[in-house]
């Protein structure tokens, strides 16, 4: 890849877009279906949307030749063109201001924040912070979220972080195991063309993954559904960080630690790597 121009990406910061979309009932029951949502009876017009569902909402739809090889939208659109191999949902802080709610219209207004260059073991990384606020029809702030990408160059064959889990064990803890099911419906009702996500020969031999990577926003959400789960409150705020990949095989444990009005969380890939950690405050 090109070397890093850090002035010329920032002349991306500033950038804005904004799009309108139908909350609908039955993008959320498919929703609910992929994930084997506890509460999906609720999921009707008028319900206050889950936490981070709001991300099968919004969708870009571009046609195949505005596409990457990675099967993102072609760099130096809305997203500036940093020259890196590899493109990741780092993490993100999410307030939670008032329910986003199932059959209703909301619109979207995102802009870039900042664009950050950063060495680490792995070599050169670059993150993109971007700005979302979810707005009612009357303009009063839904959501407010800061979104953070990074950009790397591609993983040495075989090398990944391993973060070992707390001393402490957890109060409470559930384990899913997603599938190549699990996988295709998450990539659909996000609309999301990473081919990490579905296609094993681009993972291994392009961006040296050994497996298909499960969705970090996908565990981001199981994370949050289960800080609601343990606590029986809405979430006020969440901030979340990924920090391994997670890979198809794995068995993922979600641990909650229910601390006054706070959930301290983190998700674990076969008991051993925590692969993202968060904390939510509770309404």
Known sequence: MGKIDLNHLRTWIGKSRSDEDLISA?????????????????ICDGEALPPLWHWIYFLDGLPSRELGRDGHPARGGFL???PLAN???????????????????????SSILNVEHKSGRSGDLVFVTVLHELKS?????LIR??????????????????VAPPAMPAQFSRTYAPTTTTLFRY???????H???YDADYCRDVEAYPNLVIHGPLNATMLASHAEEVSGRRLRDFNYRGLSPALLGDSITLHANLLGDSVVLYAT???????????????
């Not at 979220?145 to 391993?162: C, R, T």
């Not at 990539?187 to 063309?193: D, V």
């Open 26 to 42: 039955r993008h959320a029951r498919l929703m609910a279906a992929t994930v084997d949502y506890p509460a999906a009876g609720r």
């Open 80 to 82: 500036p063109p940093v």
């Open 87 to 109: 493109r990741m949902w780092a993490g993100g802080r999410l307030s939670f201001l008032a329910p986003v709610r199932i059959g209703s219209i909301a619109r979207k207004e």
């Open 137 to 141: 029809p009357q303009g009063d702030l």
């Open 145 to 162: 979220e800061e979104h953070d990408i990074v950009y790397k160059d591609a993983n040495a064959p075989g090398k990944s972080a391993a």
């Open 187 to 193: 990539s659909a009702l996000t609309f999301n063309g």
């Open 195 to 197: 081919r990490i996500h």
């Open 269 to 283: 890939r076969n008991t051993d790597t925590v692969c993202m950690q968060a904390e939510a405050m509770l309404g």
